[in-house]
Each structure stands twice: as C-alpha cells, then as structure tokens.
C-alpha cells in the first residue's frame, strides 16, 4: 500500500477516536510504563492490513510489532499473529482503530478468498466495485486484492462507464455513446450497462468495448453471450451472491462483479489480548 497516501486516513480516524485525548489511559496509565500485548486471529481466515495496524500506532509513538504471520496468510483460529512491544499508554489508545482497520480488511479478504475459490478453474475473473465503505476504499479494495480478487473502477475518474441513469438522460445508448466518443479521449474503453437483450443488441451496434449485464437470470445472461460472441468483453453484476458464483462462472463470462465483497463481508475477529507490564 502507499503509505503517504492512506497516512490522512489514518490520522483522522485516530482524531475521530480521541478528539480530545485519551482521558482513561491519561488519567490512568503512568508516562514511563511499557508493555507487551499478543495480537491472536480467533477464526479462520485470510489476514489483511498488517501494515495499516502497525502504522496506525505509528502515528502515536514508537512501538515494536513482531510479526509471526506474513500479509495475505491463510491462518486457523488462535494463531499468534504478532507481539506488539512499547509504550503501554500508546498500545491503549490505538488498539481500537487498529483493530477496526485490521479486522475490517481481514473480513473482505476473507469473504473474497472464498468466492474466488469457487471460480477456481474457470476464466471467470472476480471484481470488486465502488461500493466501498467512505473514506474506506483504499484500504477495502488492497483486501480484495490480497483475497485474490481484483478492482474494477477504483473511482470515477478511471474509466467510462454508462449505467441506467447516463442512458437514460442521453435519450438512448446511442447517444450516450455518441457523447462520451466525442468529448472524451479514443483511448478510453467504455463499458455500457445493460438490462436487457434490446440494450445488448444496441450496445454491440455502438461497438462498446465491454458490456454489464445487470441483474440478468441465467437464461437471459446465456442468450447475451449468444448475441455478442465474443465481440465485447462480458461482466456480469447484480445478484451476486456466493451460491450463485459457481452457476455464472459456467456461463462462460469474463468478469463477476459483486458489491457484496464490500458492503457484507463479517469483520474478522481479532484481539490484542494478554497485556504484560515489561
């Protein structure tokens, strides 16, 4: 991860956490105490954001993380992940938002790992979208990535892509088509929305370069790949849930998108537990 760039996120959860100071640990913990406290996983899982946990504590104070398990480990509940050495009142006041960054990460990583097991030996690639937690997204799309999926758009500015209400103020695919062609750069892709096999057909007319079919039964999704042959790449979204992975990666599509890595993973439960005075 870029650490210059997900260094403000993390300080301004931590002025969220302690707007005015940590009035238990300032009032409780003396200046000169240090301590050792473990890190343990308490399910099964794939561990994300290491370094977003070692970093939050960065931002207080000096400490020392010994790491027992790498980034993107696959571990079973009750792994010693790592001891975190220093400062006992440093250790108090940024367990929470690092567990929060950590926990978050590893439950999308998780969640991800699983359906990109299921898409094992297919051609089918698995991505996340925009539907990211705010001022998350940095942090929830690496832990796709470490779960084995990968990113679509990580923000508007990326690539143009026509969904229901770009068609439907354009008056048509067409037009929208005809307007982003004309106002943006040829070397952009565009990727159009569609919801029926009308708007595939029109789609293929205007020689898009990818098509989405958008919350499409599999007969329907069947009777699209027939219609575009090959001549547009196919993503498939809406309605995508783990069961059902397996029955679109036999249709035969390029991409699965599924906002669900994002906005219902389970957090990953994670303690820092065992603290010792040194």
Known sequence: MNLFLIDDYIKNALKEDMPFGDVTTENLIKEDSNCTVDLIAKEDGVIAGLTV????????????????VEEGAHISKG??????????????????VALNYLQRMSGIATLT???????????????DTRKTTPNMR???KYAVRLGGGMNHRYSLSDSIMLKDNHIDYAGGITNAVNLVRRNASFVRKIEVECENLDMVKEALECNVEIIMLDNMDNSTIEEALKLINKKALVEVSGNVTLERLQELSKLGVDFISSGALTHSYTSFDISMKNLKLI
């Open 113 to 127: 790992n699983k359906c990109v097991r299921v898409l094992e030996g297919s051609k089918t690639t698995l991505l």
């Open 53 to 68: 946990f070692e970093r939050t504590f960065y931002h207080l104070g000096s400490i020392k993380i010994d790491y027992f």
């Open 79 to 96: 792994t010693l992940l790592a001891k975190i050495t220093g400062k006992t009142s440093i250790v108090l006041m940024g367990e929470r």
């Open 138 to 140: 940095p942090f929830e």
